[in-house]
């Protein structure tokens, strides 16, 4: 069965500061891979997604993730937070159906 | 806007009544899918429509839950006799339904589920 790990619930990070939130997964085959933001009141929102060819994936908002394969891992990135970026952020697994991690909050401080 | 809808935005009920979800999707959108969302998880998945037939149900938890898409559009999700334990967000999405193995889904806001 497929299933997805975001061990950290909360991360705050500073203004302007780097960012990596983590996301593990479990998959039989390759696994197709995705990011999702969430934003009080909105809809989730595709960030990035991950089926095959090069393991570092470009997104939205300035986002980009790695596909370590060795590692069962799918790390979101950003060089520069935002204060807009704070949000929930969702790593997901799977084909037309994903499963869903439980969500990293993302706190950002002036 | 042309984005999901979903209506109501809010909803209390008392436990043991009956209550309708309705979903709005993209217009052209074939495949509509249901998600439930309860507090400090992620999305987990209900049912899948392709048209106005369920593709899959397999995350539907029990028989009170149940959906409906008539005629390939808009959709219902309907819960019968509710329970506490049914008060979470419940999102809809809506993809193209192409033949490819995935489509982005693009998802509504939710409607907040209050079971008192």
């Known amino acids: 069965a497929q299933s997805v790990t975001q061990p950290d619930i909360h991360i705050t990070v500073s203004e302007g500061a780097s960012l990596e939130l983590r996301c593990n997964y479990s998959?039989?085959?390759?696994?197709?891979l995705f990011w999702y933001v969430q934003s009080p009141g909105q809809g989730l929102q595709l960030l990035l997604k991950?089926?095959?060819?090069?393991?570092l994936v470009q997104g939205i908002k300035g986002f980009e993730a790695e596909f370590k394969r060795s590692q069962s891992s799918f790390n979101l990135r950003k060089p520069s937070v935002h204060w807009s970026d704070a949000a929930e952020y969702f790593c997901a697994v799977g084909s037309y159906i994903p499963t869903f991690g439980r969500g990293t909050s993302l706190i950002v401080h002036p | 806007g042309a984005g999901v809808s979903q209506t109501p935005s809010n909803k209390v009920t008392e436990k043991g009544k009956y209550v309708e979800l309705r979903c709005d999707p993209i217009?052209?959108?074939?495949?509509l899918y249901w998600y439930r969302q309860s507090l400090g998880q992620g999305p987990e998945f209900l049912i899948y429509f392709q048209g106005t037939g369920a593709a899959d149900d397999s995350g539907l938890p029990n028989d009170r839950f149940f959906a409906v898409r008539p005629e390939g559009s808009v959709s219902t999700l309907k819960i019968q006799r509710t329970e506490r334990g049914d008060s979470a967000v419940y999102l809809c999405?809506?993809?193209?339904?192409?033949?490819?193995?995935?489509?982005?889904?693009?998802f509504g806001p939710g409607t907040r589920l209050t079971v008192l």
């Open positions: 999405a809506s993809s193209h339904g192409g033949t490819e193995l995935y489509n982005e889904q693009f």
């Open positions: 217009s052209g959108h074939t495949a």
């Open positions: 998959y039989g085959a390759t696994p197709y």
């Open positions: 991950y089926f095959s060819g090069d393991t």
